[in-house]
């Protein structure tokens, strides 16, 4: 026990000393830089080319979006991520170390002798699919689903609509892709920042306030078109449609994909949306309250 303790407090140091070197230096992959240079141009695109066209500049929530976007992105590492990872790792090895073997003897590819482009390719598609059943999951377990609705709470779509969500989802993502990400070894901190940046873009060019759906490409990558549909009040099914992360490939491929025709003006939430919380804190304990789920 004393070792985890170990581990979470050297965790909160170091990721603590990482977030103050992030703020003070700047260098291509810095996350917190690089997060501000990202939502600067896909809200100058969302304001050049907005399809809808009478949503306001500062439209509904998007000073509590922004909110969530940096406390979701930092200080949510800092309090949960980084230490339950170390854990994590520390654990599956002791649990492995029982019948003699490490976390690395299990490793079923090592992309650090493939080119840079597959090994970028491999981490980017198992990662994506790993997501894409995760948010599936999030959609059909009662539990979880009351920890979704927070990112589904939107009522009108922006950037920063993309990073509004509990901080219970990113426990139930890192701890579902941790184990099969750590089955393929030898990726570079330069692969995963690269993909890192890719799904952040795509991400806020989902849930901004533009009319795209990249042509031919939409069979294949997630777009703001596609993605709106997601968030839409009515669906045509109990659990929802199009829970593509970064790619609608795996949409198209599993036949969870839904446009029926321009969801310009498509009503945003879920049911029962008019009683929940508008707050920062209110959603944040909005799991908890039985009550309210027993109402939902």
Known sequence: MHEYLEIIKNAYTGYFGYLIDEITRFHWSNYFYGLIIISLLVWGLELLFPWRKDQKMFRKDFFLDTFYMFFNFFLLNLIVLIALSEVAAKFLNDILGVVGLELS?????????????????????????????????????????????????????????????HWMEPVVYKSLLYIPIALIGGFAVEQVAIVHFTAISIGHLNHANLGWDYGPFKYIFNNPKMHIWHHGKELPNRYGVNFGISLSLWDYLFKTDYIPHSGKDLELGFEGDEDFPEDFLGQELYPLDIHKKDAS
């Open 105 to 165: 003897d299990l490793q079923l590819v090592d992309v650090s002798s493939m080119p840079m482009w597959a090994g970028l390719l491999i981490f980017f598609l198992v990662s994506d699919f790993v997501q894409w059943n995760t948010h599936r999951l999030l959609h059909r377990v009662p539990f979880l689903w009351n920890f979704h609705k927070v990112h589904h709470s939107v009522k009108e779509m922006g950037f920063a609509a993309h990073l509004r969500y």
